[in-house]
């Protein structure tokens, strides 16, 4: 009896063990996650797209808390059109840490691409939720509820769009939000008393939400360039594409602040203090720390790269900026600073390409003409070389830059081109000279973008 009272309570304690072992997740390894990752993003630089979803899976298999990795293989999966992955990775993503706004916002997308209108709505208003100054989930929702037959909140979402959307470079889709707000509010039957009804009481809401959208915390695409972050992290290294352009440092949010985001903040102030003195090394490790700790602060990837310019290591550079525009897509500096990195390092195709992808995204801003200009002439296209600089000169208002404009001007005039009248965009007379007096080939007399050069299918798996 009191044997098999033992093995019974023998098997009892194994028994317990086992339920233990299997109730207690495995541990999350953050540094295989790290190396998985990095594997991915070189695998993808190297048009290796089956070894970068792999190493990115293996990532999430590491650590299934780690969202950079789960950015990137969305991504890749985005720009295959593989929305139906997308959608699944994403909704594991958001499963595993809900205030993951971008994971919500490409869940959205994918949804709406996947005609799953109802949930990329739902999706929308999750990520509107979580960043309630931004314009952007608007115009989603506007294009899902006019599929849905919803006409009436398919207007307000335009106009939402519209009320919330001050940036400069976006005032394209402005312009058609408005036009497609119009055209749905003339499809709302008049007959219908409700429908009359409900946008009247909706315009106080919505302009409450769009009084703080001005200062946007964390928008990566302003146009602020940090003194202080350019001093710290080797503001003079990037003097030759006239501008090198700087996030926006964050100052004070509106909303609470993630204890991810303190902990980012807190490196790059250390990573700024190291800099000050000179230890760009010291300083870059910081930097790097922030970046591990919140994937989506765009200063952390701004100090990094800026110092990996300093320390003249323009090919771990160009790798920071891809990283940097794939996770966080509102990072439009990214593009401007990846261009710079990849003509630094005698890469001049890729960083037309770069230049250009920016100059869509802010067209008034003259800075990437400067840098596309230098990238033509190292390739000896004399041509494309001038219409680029003579762009650059004809939007360049700055008083402040007139220093490069001189130096444009006399690179056109050595090409053997014309330069063009400093500023003359703004009042729409970018002449024939833009292409230079002894370049044959006629300019048009309006203001042009260098013409688009096609790319090999490798080029552009890279960007």
């Given at each position: 009896?009191?044997?098999?009272?033992?093995?019974?309570?023998?098997f009892?304690?194994?028994?317990a063990?086992?339920?233990?072992?299997?109730?207690?997740?495995?541990?999350?390894?953050?540094?295989?996650?790290?190396r998985?990752?990095?594997?991915?993003?070189?695998?993808?630089?190297?048009?290796?797209?089956?070894?970068a979803?792999?190493?990115?899976?293996?990532?999430?298999?590491a650590?299934?808390?780690?969202?950079?990795?789960?950015?990137a293989?969305s991504?890749?999966?985005l720009?295959?059109?593989q929305?139906?992955?997308?959608?699944?990775?994403?909704a594991?993503?958001?499963?595993?840490a809900?205030r993951y706004a971008?994971?919500?916002?490409?869940?959205?997308?994918a949804?709406?691409?996947?005609n799953?209108?109802?949930?990329?709505?739902?999706?929308?208003?999750?990520?509107?939720a979580?960043?309630?100054?931004?314009?952007?989930p608007?115009y989603?929702?506007g294009?899902?509820?006019?599929?849905?037959?919803?006409?009436?909140?398919a207007?307000e979402?335009f106009?939402?769009?519209?009320?919330?959307?001050?940036?400069g470079?976006?005032?394209?889709?402005?312009?058609?939000?408005?036009?497609?707000?119009k055209?749905?509010?003339?499809?709302?039957?008049?007959?219908?008393?409700?429908?009359?009804?409900?946008p009247a009481?909706?315009?106080?809401?919505?302009?409450?939400?769009?009084?703080?959208?001005?200062?946007?915390a964390?928008?990566?695409?302003?146009?602020?360039?940090?003194?202080?972050?350019?001093?710290?992290?080797?503001?003079?290294?990037?003097?030759?594409d006239?501008?090198?352009?700087?996030?926006?440092?964050?100052?004070k949010?509106?909303?609470?602040?993630?204890?991810e985001?303190?902990k980012a903040?807190?490196?790059?102030?250390?990573?700024?203090?190291?800099?000050?003195?000179?230890?760009?090394?010291h300083?870059l490790?910081?930097?790097?720390?922030?970046?591990?700790?919140?994937?989506s602060?765009?200063?952390?990837?701004?100090r990094?790269?800026?110092?990996?310019?300093?320390l003249?290591?323009?090919?771990e550079?160009?790798?920071?900026?891809?990283?940097?525009?794939?996770?966080?897509?509102?990072?439009?500096?990214?593009?401007?600073?990846?261009a710079?990195?990849?003509r630094?390092s005698?890469?001049?195709?890729?960083?037309?390409?770069?230049?250009?992808?920016?100059a869509?995204?802010?067209?008034h801003?003259?800075?990437?003409?400067?840098g596309?200009g230098?990238?033509?002439?190292?390739l000896?296209?004399?041509?494309?070389?001038?219409r680029?600089?003579?762009?650059?000169?004809?939007l360049?208002?700055?008083?402040?830059?007139?220093?490069?404009?001189?130096?444009?001007?006399?690179?056109?005039?050595?090409?053997?081109?014309?330069?063009a009248?400093?500023?003359?965009?703004?009042?729409?007379?970018?002449?024939?000279a833009?292409?230079g007096?002894?370049?044959?080939?006629?300019?048009?007399?309006?203001?042009?973008?260098?013409?688009?050069?096609?790319?090999?299918?490798?080029?552009r798996?890279?960007?």
């Amino acid at each position: 009896m009191s044997s098999w009272l033992g093995r019974s309570a023998r098997f009892a304690v194994l028994a317990a063990a086992v339920v233990v072992g299997l109730a207690t997740p495995a541990r999350a390894d953050r540094a295989a996650a790290l190396r998985h990752k990095a594997a991915g993003d070189a695998a993808v630089q190297s048009g290796a797209h089956r070894r970068a979803v792999k190493a990115y899976l293996n990532a999430i298999t590491a650590d299934s808390t780690y969202m950079p990795a789960y950015g990137a293989l969305s991504t890749h999966y985005l720009r295959w059109r593989q929305y139906r992955d997308a959608a699944a990775l994403l909704a594991r993503a958001v499963r595993k840490a809900p205030r993951y706004a971008n994971g919500w916002y490409n869940l959205a997308y994918a949804l709406r691409k996947l005609n799953k209108l109802n949930k990329a709505v739902l999706a929308y208003r999750r990520y509107a939720a979580l960043r309630p100054a931004s314009a952007d989930p608007y115009y989603g929702i506007g294009l899902a509820l006019k599929e849905l037959g919803d006409h009436a909140g398919a207007a307000e979402s335009f106009e939402r769009y519209v009320q919330l959307e001050k940036r400069g470079e976006r005032q394209a889709w402005v312009r058609k939000a408005r036009v497609l707000a119009k055209s749905e509010r003339a499809r709302v039957k008049p007959s219908a008393a409700m429908a009359k009804k409900a946008p009247a009481s909706k315009p106080p809401a919505a302009k409450k939400a769009a009084t703080p959208a001005a200062p946007a915390a964390g928008a990566a695409g302003g146009t602020a360039a940090g003194a202080a972050a350019g001093a710290a992290s080797g503001g003079a290294a990037g003097k030759s594409d006239a501008t090198i352009k700087a996030a926006a440092v964050e100052g004070k949010s509106s909303g609470p602040v993630s204890a991810e985001r303190r902990k980012a903040i807190a490196a790059v102030r250390a990573g700024d203090r190291a800099a000050s003195s000179g230890r760009y090394k010291h300083a870059l490790s910081y930097y790097r720390a922030a970046i591990a700790a919140d994937f989506s602060y765009p200063t952390a990837y701004d100090r990094a790269g800026r110092t990996l310019f300093r320390l003249g290591d323009f090919a771990e550079a160009v790798r920071i900026f891809r990283v940097s525009i794939r996770d966080i897509p509102e990072y439009h500096l990214g593009w401007y600073n990846l261009a710079y990195a990849l003509r630094k390092s005698k890469r001049p195709r890729e960083a037309i390409a770069a230049y250009r992808k920016f100059a869509g995204l802010r067209p008034h801003d003259p800075d990437p003409y400067f840098g596309m200009g230098l990238a033509y002439r190292s390739l000896g296209e004399k041509a494309a070389a001038i219409r680029a600089f003579n762009r650059y000169i004809a939007l360049e208002k700055r008083s402040k830059q007139k220093q490069w404009v001189a130096r444009a001007e006399m690179i056109v005039k050595h090409l053997g081109g014309t330069p063009a009248t400093p500023g003359s965009a703004a009042a729409g007379a970018v002449a024939a000279a833009a292409a230079g007096a002894s370049a044959a080939a006629a300019t048009p007399a309006a203001p042009t973008p260098p013409p688009k050069k096609k790319l090999t299918p490798a080029e552009r798996r890279k960007l």
